[in-house]
């Protein structure tokens, strides 16, 4: 089966750094998403890794390790905007058009 | 403007009653796709659809129905037999042409059944 694992939620102050962790177990791997969704809307591409190591743009970046079913969100210079819901996602082996597994999402608050 | 449309953004049906959510798209997707969202829950893929004439079940199929018959729409039916149909429904496509053929999510229509 398809298992991806993330913190339910996460507290953090304007400006501060946080990591949102993901591990997963998949029966294949072409690739992994973070999503950002605020209540009650869609949620919007933020990056992808399908190689290991880091990808960074701008505040954000995402690392990933293959060989441990691992990856993070590093997200810098927290704004209150970046209050939210972080979705992550893998793409099994097979089509690039093909289904994702979500994680239940990392909702995150930002205090001023 | 490209993107993708869902309508109507808030939907109320009577138990018992079928219901169609509209999900269209300009963006020339090759592929589609359903999801439902619950309270603190993640996305749970429902139907998606890879070329026209063509889809897939997801995680939680039963109880809904979908159609491809244009490149553009891909229609979800709430049948009755879905027992527990109030929810968040997303709809989302995607392309080879995109770099990482990452999915575009519409911006979902929340279905309540009374």
């Known amino acids: 089966g398809q298992n991806i694992d993330q913190p339910t939620e996460m507290t953090a102050t304007e400006g501060a750094i946080v990591q949102i962790n993901c591990t997963y177990q998949?029966?294949?791997?072409?690739?992994l998403f973070w999503y950002q969704q605020h209540a009650g809307e869609a949620p919007t591409f933020l990056s992808y890794n399908v190689l290991d190591g880091l990808e960074e743009k701008g505040r954000f970046s995402s690392f990933l390790s293959r060989s441990k079913g691992y990856s993070y969100l590093l997200l810098k210079e927290l704004q209150m905007k970046d209050s939210a819901s972080y979705l992550c996602?893998?793409?099994?082996?097979?089509?690039?058009?093909?289904?994702?597994?979500f994680g239940r999402g990392t909702q995150l608050t930002v205090w001023p | 403007d490209g993107g993708i449309t869902q309508s109507p953004k808030y939907l109320f049906r009577k138990e018992g009653q079928n219901v169609t959510l509209s999900c269209e798209q300009n963006?020339?997707?090759?592929?589609m796709y359903w999801y439902r969202q619950d309270p603190g829950q993640g996305l749970r893929l429902i139907y998606y659809?890879?070329?026209?004439?063509?889809?897939q079940k997801g995680d939680i199929a039963e109880g809904y129905s979908v159609s491809r018959e244009k490149k553009e729409s891909f229609p979800l039916t709430v049948t009755s037999a879905q027992k527990n149909p109030t929810a968040f429904y997303l709809c989302?496509?995607?392309?080879?042409?995109?770099?990482?053929?990452?999915?575009?999510f519409g911006p979902g229509t929340r279905l309540t059944v009374l």
């Open positions: 996602a893998v793409r099994g082996r097979g089509s690039t058009l093909g289904r994702l597994y």
């Open positions: 998949t029966s294949g791997f072409n690739g």
């Open positions: 963006l020339n997707h090759d592929a």
């Open positions: 989302a496509s995607s392309s080879r042409d995109q770099a990482h053929n990452e999915q575009f």
């Open positions: 659809s890879q070329i026209v004439n063509d889809f």
